[in-house]
């Protein structure tokens, strides 16, 4: 799901994604991304990204810029876990 959001896609996947807990969170937060309940609800959606263009540009565009906005969190987290090492310890 990352992959086809920071590729500007427009991105659905089902209620299962418990996996990518903060990911799909942020991705729904941003309107980034549509969660489908079942089949119908898919196909549905399918239908509107491939009749309404603008509808899956916001999609895809908000997507990629949740994940641009994302990139680096393990650096950042790197940094601060060592900040905080050597302000205790050195």
Not at 46 to 64: H, P, S, V, W
Request: aromatic share 6%.
């Amino acid at each position: 799901m990352m992959e086809a959001a920071a590729l500007g896609k427009p991105t659905l996947f089902g209620p299962h994604a418990f996996n990518f807990r903060q990911t799909v969170d942020a991705l729904l937060e941003d309107e980034g991304a549509v969660m489908v309940k079942d089949e119908q609800d898919l196909l549905q959606t399918m239908q509107k990204c491939l009749t309404d263009a603008d509808f899956a540009q916001k999609i895809a565009n908000n997507g990629r810029q949740v994940i641009k906005k994302n990139q680096g969190a393990t650096q950042k987290t790197i940094e601060q876990i060592t900040a905080l090492l050597n302000d205790r310890y050195i």
